[in-house]
């Protein structure tokens, strides 16, 4: 039976500004087995982002429980939800947040510094990162030299070079030309299937989410896709 990476129980958010209340997400319950590839549509405040980020460990909660990779990130100190980002979680977004200055090497070698990994190890890690997104002969390339799609590859070695069991990419195809995206959404499921990493992706467009094996939609800060992982209807 597989593990369950993301448990989430009555799931509240809400925002404030001045006396307002904004709630954003709104009793929500979901569950995501290791090794599946998840889809999540919705239009724009939804509260797509909003859900990733709380599944990854960047926001918490108003109230409810979210568990992830065996952990209740609202008990975690801020300190403590760095430590567990950088051991289980990989990120993936839009822009693709490259340091200019930075060469394709330097740039996925750089949250490996936070580790206890030796420079040889942080060594091997980037190369095999780069090799698994197909960019080994462009690591010494800055960004500017770097076609978009290949800048979103960078990002994606950058996200699993430290081996994270967690993998969330926010709209990771929504800056790119359709070829480029069709190449970054072949990566992310060889990924998944080829490797096992679990993946969470919002994404608008259609056509991306259908590569996933699991689709969700949010309404209005409600689920009202599938929340039940794909292996709990199967058998043995």
Known sequence: MSERVVVIR????????????????????LEIDQGEFVSLMGPSGSGKSTL?????????????VVQVVGEDLKQLSE??????????????????NLIPVLTAYENVELPLTLTHLTKRERDEHVRAALEVVGLAERMDHFP?????????????????????????????????????????LDLLGRLNTEF???????????HAAER???QLHLEK???VGNPQPVSAGRTA
Not at 10 to 29: A, C, M, N, W
Not at 162 to 179: C, R, S, W
Not at 196 to 206: A, R, W
């Open 10 to 29: 009555d799931l509240y958010k809400e925002f404030h500004r001045d006396q307002i209340t904004i709630p954003v997400l709104s009793g929500l319950t």
């Open 52 to 64: 990733l980020n709380l599944i990854a460990g960047l926001d918490k909660p108003t109230r409810g």
């Open 212 to 214: 996933a094996t699991r």
């Open 144 to 184: 500017r030299q770097l076609s978009g799609g290949q800048e979103q590859r960078v990002s994606i070695a950058r996200a699993i070079a430290t081996d994270p069991t967690l993998i969330v990419a926010d709209e990771p195809t929504g800056d790119l030309d359709a070829k480029s995206a069709g190449e970054i």
């Open 221 to 223: 800060g409600v689920l």
């Open 79 to 96: 300190g403590q939800l760095a430590n567990w980002r950088s051991r289980h979680v990989g990120f993936i977004f839009q822009l693709y």
């Open 196 to 206: 096992k990493k679990t993946i969470i992706m919002v994404t608008h467009d259609p």
